[in-house]
């Protein structure tokens, strides 16, 4: 017999099972908690509550561990491509060379985007945040691809299956938001739109789509790329976050992939998530313009009466360390240096982690440092403006949010449905 769980309620006792991960955590199985007992569960922000089972990642937010399908992150930074990790994550196993020169041609044959859509794209004002706008062009990529048979015979497959539907979108939209994100930075660049160089691997030509200047030859930079490489593979999952979660909840209600997935874009968009790596930004400009003085900004992110927060700290399950802050601070130096540049920003980001983590308040809530904190730094290294930063990290997202879908698509789990206690006026009628 598993383990069980016993709730007390009105003079009787209800038995529910535990059900145990294969790292040991553990969950009282409640799927019949309203049926036997009438009562639902209350929790706000879903903070002890699990939606799913899922073999994706692993993170351990007591220790800062965090795994892709049981692979370090860090690990797979030092050792593996970012598409190579997208794979890992959206098939269950690191690809084979075979495997991986074969999504890697299917992703350079769908590394177009249609000129209708590229006509909406131009229709956005030069204001607009890079994220409404690929939130809007993300849904709009059914309209101009609808999944027909004719396209699904791509490469071996033969007739069409919900798996060469599932195939052909994700390869649509490995290949297609990088080119979409591109244009969002090179508009705000002011230079021409451009498409893939299809003799580059796939975060080099990342690389290549943002940075190429027209008419001058286009020379990679290592150190660009590399540190592309480890960003978006720190962002390519971290199981149930809000944007994730949405993802799958807009999912389960036989929403296809890209409207999913433009839903996901504008949960990350918020400031508490993926935005807060460009409000980390804006935080230390205006402390830097505000005369550099930390002390202030500790003592206005403690004070309960002001709603300043340290914007870059704290996380909803890390509580000791990100493992992800503690390579991206350690990449923020090495590109800096290797660069050459010297960002009086880094500096202060690093005053505030120190003074913060030897200040009480800090230590008691146990805030640490995030995933965002030093993040931002590097893409300000690297020449994107910081309206991008959260672009950067939905581009990383892609693989994590498609695996994610994927899951939820193929475990049939039913239409996520969450219910409320009612505190609202009791029946009345119009007088
Ligand atoms: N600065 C100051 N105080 C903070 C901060 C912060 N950054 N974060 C949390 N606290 C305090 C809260 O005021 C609260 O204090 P209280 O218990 O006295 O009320 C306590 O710590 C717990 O914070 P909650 O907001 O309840 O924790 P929650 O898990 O709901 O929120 C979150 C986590 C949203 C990340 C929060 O820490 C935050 O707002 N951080 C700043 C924004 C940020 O960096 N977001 C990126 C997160 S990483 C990501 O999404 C990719």
Redesign the pocket.
Known sequence: MGKSAKIEFDGKSYTFPVITGSENEEAIDINQLRSETGLITYDP?Y?NTGHCISEITYLDGENGVLRYRGYSVDELCQKKSFLEVAYLLIYGDLPTNLEIQKLQEDIREEALVDEDLKQIFKSFPKSAHPMGVLSSLTSALIAFNPLNETKISLKDSAGTTEKDKMYLSTIRLLAKFPIMSSWTLRKIKGLPLNYSNNNLEYTENIAYMMFAKPNQDYKQNDIIVNALNTLLILHAD?EQ??STSTVRIVGSSYAGLYASISAGISALWG????G?NQ??IEMLELIKNDGSDIDKYINK??D?SDPF????????VYKNF?PRAKIIKKAADQVLNDLGIDDPILEIAKSIEEKALNDE?FIE?K?YP????YSGIIYRALGIPTEMFTVM?ALGRIPGWIAQWKEMRDSKNPIGRPRQIYNGPTHRSIS
């Open positions: 922000g903070k971290h976050n809000c400031r508490l998530h993926g807060a409000a980390v992110a403690k309960k927060r340290l914007m870059g700290f704290g996380h909803r990100d308040y809530k805030l995030n995933v965002d904190f990290f």
